[in-house]
């Protein structure tokens, strides 16, 4: 089988990297620590193909340890407990290197094996995952290590590493330069994804020949969605469409609604939609939650690609309304407080009953049908006796909540919060 062509063109030195100037500058600790020849334990973290396995095996190759390469996704305790079972042999002597890919795909007992050896100093673990570490590995395994974060390509990066590919291809291929700057743009952040649609085009081109924009965009139309709907991109993605909308932005808003459609998750772009409507509009537009309902039922009957249309109406609609968390916030107080067990008996003039027993000190409902009052209000106590007078909601500042406190301020006849 041939080997990929970012597999054949992957740098043997940190110098030869390209990108995470932030780690591997030369006067980064990071990379100082390398050059001393003393290999902490650390866990790489960052997306696909930013650099994190090149990196991991240029200190690997480079550290004179027996070194043991494993890879989540396949290894299972056998695998782990082999390569524990070489401490303290001839080969073994200067020690030994765990390069342990994916590690988020291991489960808490396949993690905790290495506590020991790694507390001892026997195994030095150098762990990469595109998993956020702090969810996926077990705390008491990533606080005997430091994690460094890798960050996506810079289109610079990319177009660096295009040109050095097609250098050590022997200088038999040429790229027009708009083709080169649309490949770094559309590879998104992923020096893999680049290299393998120049792979791509290479082939095509036979032994020699010029790589055009047509051909480029022929095989990277839609590499540069970065996308895994049950990854981190999956809610980073969902967290910017929301903040975006929440923070009146309907051009952020639009980008990440486009991210989420071009990559066929309508459902999750309809669910975060009809959330930020009660949300963060909620009561300064009321009249919206039925709206954006309305929108994004016309966007599932429609289906792709055309419920991209109403979608984008109710985006910008609530992108660009007015803003107001009360009433959300209100319940979470309430419901903070019954979680704390402040409760209590509901009063009776507000129980579904209308007789007392015999026990009952005091016989009567007193219940006050708010209907016979002027202003269809009468003041009554409706919370428990420890909850009594107690306040969770507070009028918004905007248009709709303030006439709504206006209103009640001339029925109740005194100021209200």
Request: hydrophobic residues 35%.
């Amino acid at each position: 089988m041939a080997e990929p062509l970012a597999q054949k063109l992957r740098p043997s030195s940190l110098e030869d990297v390209c990108g995470q100037q932030h780690l591997l500058g030369k006067n980064q600790v990071f990379y100082r620590t390398i050059a001393s020849g003393k290999i902490p334990n650390m866990v790489f973290y960052g997306p696909s193909g930013c650099g994190k396995t090149t990196v991991a095996r240029i200190i690997a190759d480079s550290s004179g340890m027996a070194l043991h390469k494993l890879n989540g996704t396949s290894c299972g305790t056998g695998d782990i407990k082999a390569v524990l079972g070489e401490i303290g042999t001839l080969g073994a002597a200067g020690g030994i290197l765990l390069y342990l890919d994916e590690i988020q795909y291991l489960n808490k007992k396949q993690q905790q094996s290495l506590l020991e050896c790694i507390e001892e100093g026997t195994v030095t673990l150098i762990a990469s995952t595109t998993e956020n570490p702090y969810f996926y590995i077990y705390n008491a395994l990533l606080s005997r290590c430091t994690v460094f974060e890798f960050k996506a390509l810079q289109p610079g990066d990319i177009a660096q590493g295009i040109d050095r590919a097609l250098e050590k291809l022997g200088g038999k291929y040429t790229i027009d330069p708009e083709a080169r700057e649309y490949l770094s743009r559309a590879s998104g952040g992923d020096m893999r994804k680049a290299l393998g649609c120049l792979e791509f085009l290479v082939s095509a081109s036979g032994e020699s020949g010029n790589l055009t924009l047509d051909m480029v965009q022929q095989v990277s139309r839609r590499t540069a969605m970065r996308y895994d709907r049950e990854g981190d991109d999956h809610y980073d993605i969902l967290s910017a469409f929301q903040k975006s909308m929440r923070g009146s932005d309907p051009d952020g808003a639009l980008h990440y609604l486009a991210r989420l459609l071009e990559a066929g998750d309508m459902v999750s772009a309809c669910r975060r939609l009809m959330v930020c409507a009660c949300e963060d509009v909620g009561l300064a537009y009321p009249q919206i939650i039925p709206i954006v309902k309305d929108a994004v039922d016309a966007a599932n009957m429609l289906g792709l690609p055309e419920a991209r249309i109403p979608l984008a109406d109710a985006v910008v609609l609530v992108a660009t309304s007015p803003k107001s968390n009360s009433a959300y916030k209100a319940y979470d107080a309430a419901a903070a407080d019954l979680r704390a067990g402040k409760s209590g008996p509901i009063p009776r003039h507000l129980q579904n009953k209308h007789y007392d027993g015999e026990d009952a000190a005091v016989k009567g409902q007193f219940y006050q049908y708010a209907h016979d009052f002027p202003g269809h209000w009468v003041d009554q106590q409706y919370l428990p006796d420890p909850l009594k007078n107690t306040r969770y909601y507070s009028f918004g500042d905007n248009k709709t909540e303030q006439a709504a406190r206006a209103y009640w301020e001339r029925i109740k006849n005194r100021p209200l919060k």
